[in-house]
């Protein structure tokens, strides 16, 4: 009820004075047709001017009431609420005039579109994602809209992504081209722009929390994420590279990849690390789940032995070594944990169903883990 009054009330006004503005003029007509039946001839100049005066400054106080309506009053929802709104590139004025309406933004869209046009802002609209609060006037909405005061949208990666669910969160978040995202990833003209020794960016898009505009273009948000890699690899964690290893960084890259997947808790990182880098020392295979799930199409259960035997360079139960390449986007803990792995000879590790692991040097001992998990687990 409230709501409808409201509207009343401004409509009303708003009918007032553009009902006072149009029928003072022709009193002033009349007043001057009077004193020529009146007195014979044209009313003196000088009474004429005072009154021509007085009507002015009546008019002058509809206008200026009429425009503090407008400018400092607040909108329909005046209820302190933050109002989103995308505004898309192309979308006519009309259009964001009627979306502004729509969620009570403003009063009138012909009011919106008239003054827009009087104030030359209607042709300099920047798209992008708008807070608005739900008092704001129209004069504020203009100027918000015609400065490209749009909002910086955050955007949490968080770590052991691959490329291509990472191009879906940007879609879903700043609507990105996801397709042009990963497309980019493996553009190799533009990774080489980026100065770095890969063929493909997976891996080195670091996982953090970004501010981005809305449609944001993919290549500033790629140079954005490989620019963080670099800062926090370089100069955060002091890494290095010699250049006397071929692929040095990017097999540091894909072991952390492998320690970001097969861990849940960083604290139990360095450890994992260390498994890796003994069985590394020794020629013996990795056998890490993750880099058989990494060409797999999604599963909907546990790894079975028939996908042990997939035939692809990123099964590490068939091939020696580090796979190709990083199988996700690993965060700074797994980065470190692959530049300084704990101090032990464990060979061996698995999974408590708790998040944790337990660390074994023999396959007996390891054997051994496994049938006490499974023993405590039945009981």
């Known amino acids: 009820m409230k709501r409808i009054l409201r509207k009343i009330w401004h409509w009303g006004v708003l009918l007032g004075s553009g009902l006072a503005l149009i029928l003072l003029w022709p009193v002033v007509l009349i007043l001057k047709l009077w004193e020529r039946v009146k007195f014979g001839r044209q009313m003196p100049g000088k009474i004429f001017r005072t009154r021509i005066v007085a009507t002015a400054g009546v008019l002058l106080i509809l206008l200026v009431w009429f425009l503090f309506y407008f400018r400092f009053l607040p909108s329909p929802r005046a209820t302190d609420e933050i109002i989103p709104l995308v505004i898309n590139q192309g979308e006519s004025f009309r259009q964001i005039a009627g979306r502004l309406k729509d969620v009570d933004l403003i009063k009138s869209t012909l009011l919106f579109r008239g003054t827009a046009k009087i104030m030359r802002l209607d042709r300099k609209i920047f798209a992008g994602r708008y807070d608005f609060k739900s008092g704001q006037s129209m004069f504020a909405i203009l100027r918000q809209l015609s400065k490209g005061g749009a909002t910086a949208i955050n955007v949490t990666i968080p770590p ?36 770095l020794p890969v063929k493909n960016l ?42 006397i290893l071929k692929d040095e960084m990017k097999n540091l890259v894909t072991l952390a990849s492998l320690i970001q997947k097969e861990g849940f808790k960083p604290e139990e990182f360095p450890l994992i690390s260390a498994v890796f880098h003994n069985r590394l020392k020794i020629d013996m295979p990795l056998q890490c789940d993750p880099t058989i799930l990494y060409v797999l199409p999604p599963l909907n259960r546990p790894i079975m032995p028939e996908d042990l035997q997939i035939d692809s360079p990123y099964n590490t139960y068939k091939h020696y070594g580090l796979p190709p390449g990083p199988i996700c986007n690993p965060g700074k803990e797994a980065l470190e944990a692959a530049l300084h792995p704990a101090s032990a000879k464990y060979l061996y590790f698995v999974h408590r169903g708790d998040g944790t692991h337990t660390f074994s040097n023999t396959l007996e001992e390891h054997n051994r883990a496994i049938w006490l998990l499974k023993k405590n687990k039945n009981s």
Request: charged fraction near 30%; hydrophobic fraction near 40%.
């Open 160 to 195: 052991g992504l691959t490329a291509r669910q990472i191009g879906k969160i940007f879609r879903e978040t700043i609507g990105a081209d996801s397709a042009r995202f990963v497309q980019l990833t493996e553009d190799r003209l533009f990774i080489q722009s980026l100065d």
């Open 202 to 243: 997976e891996g080195f898009l670091f996982p953090e929390t970004y501010n981005f505009y809305w449609k944001t273009k993919e290549e500033e948000i790629i140079r954005e994420m490989v620019a963080q890699f670099k800062r926090v690899l370089l100069n955060e964690l002091d890494y290095h590279p010699t250049g």
